[in-house]
């Protein structure tokens, strides 16, 4: 739960708000891979405002471009789970400084960050720090060239940092994969010629029987013996 403070609070209760939407994306640069950081709001003009950075929770102040370049971020599902969350941002394809991040640096993965500011009417001054309501990855970028006096845009399909725990780890259990973790670990060192071990107890020999499950098991008693 977020905590408003009573003046705050009373300027929402009398609808005496307006609110902006900034985006903050993470790209990096064609062929070095430099990272970029850029902003763009929904207001108009750029500004220069505070956000509550996600990693540190502390308020840092960046600089956002207005003036249409933003057109519209979809709902945003605030939930208290793991579960992945899906967003849509519409940016203008007019816009010079749209145009440059899209097409002249790689947004690939980049890393999104969207907040929420509230603006006295009266003042147009931000109340608070704007609070992170999105943080995660851009999936995909569309680009769509409309025809003549049709209606175009870019579109970027995110998704929410939860993503990364769904992802399989491609490593192995081999000694080779152990030893890039320390030169002197050799707890794989049998993990290949296991299976083809034979064994003797009393009139019994042959060959280890061994599952996909056991194999790691069946090593470390091998080792143990």
Same mark, same amino acid.
């Given at each position: ?13 009398? #609808? ?19 990272? *970029?950081?850029?902003?763009?709001? !929904? ?12 990693? /540190? ?7 956002? %471009? ?16 793991? /579960? ?34 509230? *603006? ?16 995660? *990855? ?16 870019? %579109? ?10 769904? #992802?399989?780890?491609?490593? /192995? ?8 973790? !320390? ?8 993990? +290949? /010629?296991?299976?083809? +071990? ?10 280890? +029987? +061994? ?15």
């Amino acid at each position: 739960m977020r905590n408003i403070s009573a003046g705050n609070l009373a300027l929402i209760q009398a #609808r005496r708000i307006v609110a902006r939407d900034f985006l903050w994306l993470k790209a990096r640069a064609i062929g070095t891979g430099v990272p *970029f950081n850029y902003g763009f709001w !929904s207001g108009v003009g750029d500004v220069q405002v505070q956000v509550v950075n996600p990693d /540190t929770g502390l308020a840092n102040t960046r600089n956002f %471009e207005g003036s249409g370049s933003l057109i519209q971020i979809s709902d945003i599902p605030l939930v208290a789970n793991i /579960t992945v969350q899906q967003v849509s941002i519409s940016m203008s394809q007019l816009d010079p400084g749209v145009e440059n991040i899209v097409r002249g640096y790689d947004l690939k993965q980049a890393g999104v960050e969207i907040y929420r500011g509230l *603006f006295d009417v009266a003042s147009r001054e931000l109340l608070v720090p704007a609070l992170c309501r999105f943080v995660g *990855f851009v999936d995909s970028v569309t680009i769509n060239t409309p025809e003549e006096n049709g209606d175009g845009g870019i %579109e970027l399909a995110c998704v929410s940092h939860t993503q990364e725990m769904t #992802r399989a780890n491609p490593d /192995t259990r081999s000694n080779d994969s152990q030893k890039r973790r !320390s030169a002197t670990d050799n707890f794989f060192q049998d993990v +290949t /010629t296991v299976g083809e +071990t034979e064994f003797f107890w009393g009139a019994k020999q042959g060959k280890i +029987t +061994t599952k996909a499950s056991n194999r790691l098991n069946t090593a470390i008693v091998l080792r143990g013996m």
